[in-house]
T-cell receptor
């Protein structure tokens, strides 16, 4: 079956511009996560959505970062006024739910963001 | 906050050598433990997971890991590595006494190179 998909696969943007990154989770998965992978910081949690509950935004590094999930499916991560330190690979993952046994997170291929 | 330590950043082995990668986490309580692998140019994939029960868990491709609660450890092992095991390996944890819900806290990763 189809896995987690992300678009675009690569994005180069100028410092100060806004960017939107998209994630399509696996069909039927109620939980969706955003992480980023950078050379200096490794893999870091950003934000997590579960069903209709309020998202856990505790990993967002600044208020320039926001995310939404429409209709319980597709999610968009938006970075406003991008900075060079935002350059990283942004990974999306989804899981069937949050109960034990449903915890396994399936990762997408990522979006490589380069801020020049 | 929960943290994960991977002690080996780069490991080089010859084919058929045995592998052990260390992983320690900081907070006890109820934790779920994972090893993920990222082959060159590919997505993060789950190797194995521990939720409860037998502390020795077996994953794909001949990998296994042992959960030792008293040592806060979840080391990854493989008796005989192959060239195709060349990849980056990440240990990850959810839960722990400080909570954290379902978000994965990752270690910094271990780059494994297997030489012919």
């Amino acid at each position: 079956g189809a896995g987690v998909s992300q678009s675009p696969s690569n994005k180069v943007t100028e410092k100060g511009k806004d960017v939107e990154l998209r994630c399509d989770p696996i069909s039927g998965h109620t939980a969706l996560y955003w992480y980023r992978q950078s050379l200096g910081q490794g893999l870091e949690f950003l934000i997590y959505f579960q069903g209709n509950s309020a998202p856990d935004k505790s990993g967002l590094p600044s208020d320039r970062f926001s995310a939404e999930r429409t209709g319980g499916s597709v999610s968009t991560l938006t970075i406003q006024r991008t900075q060079q330190e935002d350059s990283a690979v942004y990974l999306c993952a989804s899981s069937l739910g949050i109960a034990v046994g449903n915890y396994e997170q399936y990762f997408g291929p990522g979006t490589r963001l380069t801020v020049t | 906050a929960q943290s994960v330590s991977q002690h080996n950043h780069h490991v080089i082995l010859s084919e058929a050598a045995s592998l052990e990668l260390g992983c320690n986490y900081s907070y006890g309580g109820t934790v779920n433990l994972f090893w993920y692998v990222q082959y060159p140019g590919q997505h993060l994939q789950l190797l194995l997971k521990y939720f409860s029960g037998d502390p020795l868990v077996k994953g794909i491709k001949g990998f296994e890991a042992e959960f030792i609660k008293s040592k806060f450890s979840f080391n990854l092992r493989k008796p005989s590595v192959q060239w195709s095991d060349t990849a980056e390996y990440f240990c990850a944890v959810t839960g722990g006494v400080t909570g954290g819900g379902n978000k994965l806290t990752f270690g910094t990763g271990t780059q494994l190179k297997v030489e012919l």
